[in-house]
C-alpha cells in the first residue's frame, strides 16, 4: 500500500525567507502523481502544486515549487520569500494510476507558522 | 467555479443515530471521495467512487457506508454514529480516470455525536 510521510509536525519561519517542508512516499509503482494543498485556518483545502512521476523537471507554480527526487522517493514543498499568509497546514499528497486506484492518500501534514 | 457542496456544516448527534452526509458537485466529474480529518492525523480516506454505483473501500471504511446514484451526488452514511466518529468528513471530486487533476474540496462538515 502506498504511504506518505511529513516528519515535521510544525515549523517555524521567518517573513521573506524560504522554508522547505518534507515529504516522502512509498510505493511501488512507476506511474504516479505528487501534490501539495493547503489548509488555512479558515478550513478550505487549497491546491498548490502537482508533480508527475514522469516529469523531468521540477514542478514550479509562483511561490512554490516541488524538489523531486525519485530516487530518494521525496517530494519536498520549497516556498520561497514566505508571507504571513503562507501560515498553514499543509500536506502532500500521491495519487496512483490502474485500475481500483482512483485514491489520493495524504500525508498527516505540516503545520507551518509565518513570523513577522 | 468548480463548486463542490457539502449539505450540513456542522451536526451533533447522538450515539446510535443514523447519519447521513451528502456531498454534491456541478462540474460532471467522475471520481468522488470522502475523508475524515482529524488533528495529527491528516486526511484518512473512508470511501472513494470513480463512476455511478461503483464505490470503493479506503483506508478506514469501518462503520460506513456511501451510496453514488447519480453522478453529481456523493452520500456517506454512519449507520449508527459512535463517539468516535466526531470528526471533521471533507468531501472531494476530480474528472478522469486518473487523479492527475487537483481535487476540489468541499467546506467540510463537522460532525460530533454525544
Known amino acids: 500500500a502506498q504511504k506518505i510521510t511529513q516528519t515535521q509536525p510544525g515549523m517555524f519561519v521567518q517573513e521573506k525567507e524560504a522554508v522547505t517542508l518534507d515529504c516522502t512516499y512509498d510505493t511501488s509503482d512507476q506511474s504516479y502523481g505528487l501534490f501539495w494543498y493547503k489548509q488555512p485556518s479558515s478550513g478550505e483545502m487549497i491546491f498548490l502544486i502537482y508533480q508527475g512521476s514522469y516529469d523531468e523537471q521540477n514542478a514550479t507554480e509562483g511561490r512554490y515549487s516541488l524538489n523531486f527526487q525519485k530516487a530518494r522517493k521525496s517530494a519536498n514543498l520549497v516556498i520561497s520569500a514566505s508571507q504571513l499568509g503562507d501560515s498553514a497546514m499543509y500536506f502532500c499528497a500521491m495519487s496512483l494510476s490502474g485500475a481500483g486506484s482512483y485514491q489520493l492518500t495524504f500525508g498527516k501534514g505540516t503545520k507551518l507558522s509565518v513570523i513577522p | ?114
Open chain 2, 1 to 114: 467555479d468548480v463548486k463542490v457542496t457539502q449539505s450540513s456544516r456542522y451536526l451533533v448527534k447522538r450515539t446510535g443515530e443514523k447519519v447521513f452526509l451528502e456531498c454534491v458537485q456541478d462540474m460532471d466529474h467522475e471520481n468522488m471521495f470522502w475523508y475524515r480529518q482529524d488533528p495529527g492525523l491528516g486526511l484518512r480516506l473512508i470511501y472513494f467512487s470513480y463512476d455511478v454505483k461503483m464505490k470503493e473501500k479506503g483506508d478506514i471504511p469501518e462503520g460506513y457506508s456511501v451510496s453514488r446514484e447519480k453522478k453529481e451526488r456523493f452520500s456517506l452514511i454512519l449507520e449508527s454514529a459512535s463517539t468516535n466518529q466526531t470528526s471533521m468528513y471533507l468531501c472531494a471530486s476530480v474528472a478522469g480516470e486518473w487523479v492527475t487533476g487537483e481535487l476540489f474540496f468541499g467546506e467540510g462538515s463537522r460532525l460530533t455525536v454525544l
